[in-house]
């Protein structure tokens, strides 16, 4: 059962503008959400979280936004990097129960 | 310290034979994870340790899966006579207990299976 969706499977932007990736969930019960980050043949990396008591969590050029009543979040990266280009997996958490959405490549173009 | 560290980071095997996987956590982690990534997937939960007590398994961790952390430090996952639907990347991750969901897993680089 896929309870952490990542409804596109990739995304390209300029470098400079902003990348938006989404994510939609079903369990209500979820009460972190965070963003993982995975460059080929490594981990993926921790890279932001939010909790569901809240809709709005920034750090530098990473903001992820959490809309409890659509059971939905995203990630705005601004400016988006060259650097940047990697999978993003979303991931909701509730009682160490983590679940992953199945990714979305970004790709950054200078 | 380097990390998570997954050994080995590649393993090709025979439909049959068992194979073992190692995890060496971050050593002031207590809690271990093991997670399963396919091809265009995102990683699956298997089963988590805290220390040396196995807390959680999914019900993906048949019964030619077993994993352990004897020690409360180093995790190994042994799978027994391997299928060709074992392929996959296995994950390992830890995290501090109360802090692994905020501030997130820390992943090794992973083991990557292929069962022919």
């Known amino acids: 059962d896929q309870q952490v969706k990542q409804n596109s499977p990739s995304l390209s932007v300029q470098e400079g503008r902003i990348s938006i990736l989404n994510c939609d969930y079903t369990?209500?019960?979820?009460?972190?959400f965070l963003w993982y980050k995975k460059y080929p043949a490594e981990g993926p990396t921790f890279l932001i979280s939010i909790s569901s008591i809240k809709d709005k969590n920034e750090d530098g050029r990473f903001t992820v936004f959490l809309n409890k009543s659509a059971k939905h979040l995203s990630l705005h990266i601004v400016p988006s990097q060259p650097g940047d280009s990697a999978v993003y997996f979303c991931a909701a958490s509730a009682n160490n129960d983590m679940r992953f959405g199945a990714g979305t490549r970004l790709t950054v173009k200078p | 310290d380097t990390g998570v560290s997954q050994d080995p980071r590649h393993k090709i095997t025979k439909r049959g034979q068992n194979v073992t996987f190692r995890c060496d956590p971050i050593s002031e982690h207590n809690r271990l994870y093991w997670y399963r990534q396919t091809l265009g997937q995102g990683p699956e939960f298997l089963t988590y340790f805290q220390n040396e007590a196995q807390l959680e398994k999914s019900r993906l961790l048949s019964d030619r899966f077993s994993a352990e952390r004897p020690k409360g430090s180093f995790s190994t996952l042994e799978i027994q006579r391997t299928e060709q639907g074992d392929s996959a990347m296995y994950l390992c991750?830890?995290?501090?207990?109360?802090?692994?969901?905020?501030?997130?897993?820390?992943f090794g680089s992973g083991t990557r299976l292929t069962v022919v």
């Open positions: 369990n209500s019960m979820f009460d972190y």
């Open positions: 991750a830890s995290s501090e207990s109360g802090t692994g969901v905020n501030y997130g897993y820390t």
